[in-house]
């Protein structure tokens, strides 16, 4: 989850005010309370400042872009600052009118007030899949301006070949004497359940890292905002685990960790908004921070998303490739509740992947939705095979309900999933 700054301003601007209050009695801004604001005053634009890398919601969001153009009305602005003031937990949000750059115009600025310190608590993933299971995570967390401290739980079948359960713990400050620079600390402490599919495969594969009790990691990363559309991560991640044949030997896999993410979001003439992600991540496991694996691995990430009124569409490609040797939380996984749905991961590829290629196109319409997933995952030297999916559902924010059938000859067999995917 993200959590909103302390004291950050939402700036909107609002065509409007004015023409009724001349320049030599009226200073540039006024409380809003101090200027008669009516109806024929006309929105000129939307402008918002202060958020860093987070973001509004899209229903938020859509509230102050339909306002360009239109006419000002005090209702809507208080449902908005109503929204604001739920979304961000805030305890007030104050409203000021300065005049417009033409007649007839206004801005209007809105400014959040938090408490100084907040506590929230979060459940950043819950999902069930019929054939894996459920899968979940819950976190208490304490802001104090800047920085946030969270402490969770987590117990997930879902996101890697093994089930992992145990505690998370993060300690993050989204201005390190700067906008452009924050630092996070993530603390992670898991056991391992694994399926039986997983361990017969490994018994006939003496070249993939065995199986472990528990995983333990630590991972410092710097985030830089380079520019308005690319931020860049810097950091490591210590990971330390605990194998099961032999018993109680522990092994280390530390890795250099770079992620370097591009975000846009653009506007056209025909109303239709344009969402633009690309990203690489690389994890870079070297005997020079004492690793007992040396590997690299790469993942690239594409994603288009259009929106038009109340229809949406999504185009996602992901690639990844591991070179060297990963230990089996490295490994890639597809036939989850986000990828491949409608299959099973430990049909596909039980002890996961060192080359990956995926592709999910989406439509939805209000909470309607369709998707065609397309895959495939193996191991070097092994023959690839590509798989498909198709499934439909209804979808509410983060909520989604959703069947998906795997496309094969055999047979016809539907996979259902319910939960919050973020």
Known sequence: ??????????????????????????????????????????????????FGDRTLSARVMDQIRNLTGERFSQAALDDLIKQIRSELHVTRVTQTVMRGSQPDHIRVVLEAHSRTVRFEANIPHFVYQSKQGWSGGAEGAIQVGTSTVGVGMRSDGDELIERFAGVNARYENRRLGSDRVGFRFDFESYHQQWNQATLDTLGSS????????????????????????????????????ETQFPAARNQSSNALVNTLRYHRRLEDSDSNKHDLDASYHLRAATTILGSDFVYARHRWNLGYTLLHGRHTALIRFAAGLITGRAPLFERYVL?????????????????????MVHNTVEY????????????????????????????????????SLAVAFPVRESHFEPMFMVGMNY
């Open 364 to 399: 939805r319409y209000r909470v309607f939705e369709a998707f065609y997933d397309t895959g495939s995952i193996g191991t070097r030297g092994q023959k690839a095979v590509t798989r498909h999916s198709v499934g439909v559902g209804l979808r509410k924010s983060v909520f």
């Open 335 to 355: 036939g989850n509740s986000s990828t491949l749905r409608g299959w099973n991961k430990w049909e596909i590829d039980p002890v996961g992947g060192n080359r």
């Open 1 to 50: 989850m993200r959590y909103p700054e302390i004291g950050w301003v939402v700036c909107f601007g609002v065509l409007g005010a004015g023409a009724a209050v001349s320049a030599s009695q009226t200073p540039a801004t006024q409380p809003a309370a101090e200027i008669n604001v009516n109806s024929r005053y006309i929105i000129e634009r939307v402008d918002i400042a202060g």
């Open 206 to 241: 003496p070249d993939i890292p065995g199986i472990y009790r528990s995983r333990r990691s630590l991972n410092p990363a710097l985030t830089l905002a380079l520019a308005k559309p690319l931020t860049l991560y810097v950091g490591a991640s210590f990971d330390s685990i």
